[in-house]
């Protein structure tokens, strides 16, 4: 494959609203030992790239400044050392940076095969929110068979995500949105209850559902603002995991007796700073046991709306307004 000096990619001259992100034109990066060059065909839009567009979330030393965190097209080159893939081969993944251009470097190791029948808009839609629920849900939080979760922001990207796992590997999944319609697409997707936070208390509302005990795993983006209500939430030796702080990062005044009494487990992560070998951990896992469901139909990534490249101001407006339900995917030419 013979590959352009330069490339179209969004440039961030400074950090703000949407309508700083311009267009630049830049060199085609080169795919260092580990790594492939993807042709990018399309690319997911993620909160994390709200957040470093502004200001919030700096990229890792070592990672492209661009934006963008998934993508999916065509292997370009091959850095030293890959064997997995060849030139020409349909890949997905996880970029550490570098995914709002028209070619993005990935470690081989966060690069998967598109799942039977899949094309690039829909393959671009699974690896952040697949990597960040099967992470901190299944790894960390260690959601089995017969458990039951609480999945804050049920109709977001990562919440569409986990409700559909989680109740495809035997959870019973309550969740929570903002809209009546929300909810009900969530109860579509696989939750038991979906329940509008705008006019319901979830905490009352799960412990009736659950007679009292709690739920024993939140998944939560709130924060600060949510936390003494998740540890109220929670049934004994329950965990919460924490991958995002829309409500705050900083909570005060709040009893944290509940962490004792009931020997609540409390944890965290992101996804961008973890190691290569965590995230190839994580890659093998969704290979050998999600991968198969997304092949069958079981789960599927939601996609709220498809736009062209040169619309990415819009998308990360759209984003802001959190009135999707889904994943926003932008396709390139």
């Not at 977001?156 to 796992?165: K, V």
Request: glycine share 10%; hydrophobic share 45%.
């Amino acid at each position: 494959m013979t590959l352009p000096a330069t490339m179209r990619h969004v440039d961030l001259p400074s950090f703000g609203a949407p309508d700083v992100m311009t267009f630049a034109t830049g060199p085609v990066p080169h795919p260092r030992a580990g790594e492939i060059l993807v042709k990018v065909e399309a690319a997911g839009v993620n909160r994390p790239d709200v957040a470093q567009r502004q200001g919030a979330y700096p990229p890792p030393k070592d990672a492209s400044p661009i934006l963008g965190l998934e993508v999916a097209g065509t292997v370009a080159a091959l850095g030293d050392g890959v064997t997995d893939f060849a030139v020409g081969d349909q890949v997905c993944g996880l970029a550490n940076g570098g995914g709002y251009a028209e070619y993005s470097v990935i470690p081989a190791g966060q690069a998967l095969a598109f799942p039977k029948g899949y094309d690039a808009v829909k393959a671009a839609a699974v690896p952040e929110t697949f990597f960040t629920v099967w992470a901190n849900l299944f790894q960390m939080a260690g959601l089995t068979e017969g458990e039951s979760v609480l999945i804050h922001g049920g109709s977001s990207g990562i919440g569409t995500t986990a409700i559909q796992l989680a109740h495809a590997f035997g959870a019973t999944v309550y969740t929570t949105a903002g809209s009546a319609d929300k909810c009900a697409a969530c109860e579509k997707l696989g939750a038991t209850k979906a329940i509008n936070y705008k006019t319901e208390d979830f905490v009352s509302v799960v412990k009736e559902a659950t007679g009292g005990a709690g739920v024993d795993v939140i998944l939560d983006m709130i924060g600060a603002a949510y936390l003494e209500k998740n540890l109220a939430s929670l049934a004994k030796d329950g965990c919460l995991s924490i991958i995002a702080f829309l409500g705050g990062a900083v909570a005060e005044k709040v009893n944290l007796g509940p962490i004792m009494v009931k020997r609540l487990t409390v944890t965290g992560s992101t996804m961008r700073p973890r190691t290569a070998e965590e995230k190839r951990a994580i890659r093998d896992d969704l290979l050998s046991h999600v991968w198969p469901l997304l092949e069958a139909g079981t789960v599927a990534p939601v996609i709220h709306a498809v736009m062209p490249f040169d619309d990415v101001v819009e998308a990360h407006r759209l984003m802001e307004t959190s009135s999707h339900i889904g994943k926003i995917v932008l396709k390139l030419a």
